[in-house]
C-alpha cells in the first residue's frame, strides 16, 4: 500500500516499524501530520531527535536519564531494601505511577527469548548481580512480564539467586497471561504488587 510520493512513503515506512502498527495505521498518521501546522511536525521532529541525543542510560538501574542518575535512583528516601525487576523502562513508569512502591528498580532492558538470540548475556543481569553484592536489598521482586519469556526470566532469575539468602517474589494475580505490564491500568498493577507470592 503505497501513495506513490516517495515523502510520505519514507514517513509511513518509519511509522510502520513502530510496535502495534499496521501500514493502514501509519499512513493515517503520516497524513495527520502533513495537515498540521508546520510547528508541529518540527516540534515532532526535533523532540524525537533530542530523545536520542540527550537520554542516556542510568549506570544503576538502566532505567533512561538525563542526568547522572535517573529520577528514581537519585532519590536517596527509598528503601534500599527493595529491588523490583522489571523488563523495560514503560513497566517502571508503570508501577511509579502506582505510587505505591518504594523500591528501588533494576531494568533488565528485555526479557530471555532464545529463538530471538536473547540469552542472560544479552540482559542486565551480571549488573544486577553485582548491585545485590553492595545493596542492603531483603527482597528482590521478579517483575517481569507475565508472558512467557517474562515467565522464563523471573524463573532463571529466581534460580540464580535461590541461594542468596533474599527474599524473592513475583508480582501476583491480577495481570493477564500473555499481557504486558505496559498496557496496565494503575489498580491491577497496584493489586499485582501487593499480590505477590515469595518464591
Ligand atoms: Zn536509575
Known amino acids: 500500500m503505497k501513495t506513490g510520493d516517495p515523502i510520505v512513503d519514507r514517513l509511513v515506512d518509519l511509522i510502520a516499524k513502530m510496535p502495534g ?12 501530520i502533513l495537515a498540521q501546522p508546520e510547528p508541529y511536525a518540527l516540534d515532532l521532529s526535533e523532540s524525537i531527535r533530542q530523545l536520542k541525543e540527550n537520554l542516556r542510560t542510568c549506570p544503576q538501574c538502566f532505567n533512561f536519564c538525563h542526568q547522572e542518575l535517573c529520577s528514581v535512583c537519585s532519590q536517596t528516601s527509598r528503601d534500599t531494601g527493595l529491588m523490583c525487576v522489571i523488563e523495560d523502562a514503560m513497566s517502571l513508569n508503570q508501577i511509579e505511577r502506582t505510587g505505591h512502591y518504594r523500591g528501588y528498580y533494576h531494568v533488565l532492558q528485555g526479557a530471555l527469548s532464545p529463538i530471538h538470540g536473547i540469552g542472560p548475556k544479552e540482559l542486565r ?23 512467557l519469556e517474562g515467565e522464563a526470566t523471573a524463573m532463571y532469575l529466581a534460580e540464580l539467586l535461590g541461594e542468596s539468602g533474599v527474599k524473592l517474589s513475583r508480582i501476583g494475580t491480577g495481570i493477564p497471561m500473555g499481557g504486558s ?17 515469595t518464591l
Not at 499496521?22 to 495527520?32: E, N, S, Y
Not at 549488573?127 to 531483603?138: N, Y
Not at 505490564?181 to 507470592?197: G, P, Q, W
Request: no cysteine; hydrophobic share 45%; aromatic share 6%.
Open 21 to 32: 502498527i499496521g501500514r493502514k495505521t501509519a499512513q493515517r498518521l503520516a497524513f495527520f
Open 125 to 147: 543481569i551480571q549488573e544486577l548481580l553485582a548491585r545485590l553484592k553492595t545493596m542492603p536489598v531483603q527482597e528482590v521482586i521478579l517483575a517481569t512480564n507475565p508472558t
Open 181 to 197: 505490564l505496559d498496557y496496565v491500568d494503575e489498580i491491577t498493577m497496584t493489586k499485582a504488587l501487593d499480590n505477590r507470592r
